[in-house]
């Protein structure tokens, strides 16, 4: 189990390193890396190669955002295969609806919690 924790760390800290070599040694805006991830996990988990990963390191490769991209492309791989070409607009609604519809829960009560604004001034 050690050594199931230990991949996890290790797979999304390397994750978590490109991203920041990303923002560091390029103009590239932190926006466009974190699209440029989802659609790199997107890719990967179409063309089937970000799941060993995952098999791999767990909670390491989904976590990140590329995580977000496979859970995208394998939703919508599912759904194809059951539903036909239908899938291919509502297998990635699918496979996302509970993260997504944590993080609008989530987001709520943190807003009626904290009082928003700029600490600028």
Known sequence: MFMDFLWAFLIGGAICLIGQLLIDLTKLTPARILVAFVVLG?????????????????????VPLTGFGYLLADGVRKAVTEKGLLGIFTGGFTAAAAGMASVVVFSL?????????????
């Open 42 to 62: 997107v890719f990967l988990g179409g063309v089937g190669l970000y799941k060993p990963l995952v098999e791999f390191a767990g909670a390491g490769a989904t």
């Open 109 to 121: 009560i943190v807003a009626v919690l904290f009082k928003p604004g700029d600490r600028m001034s």
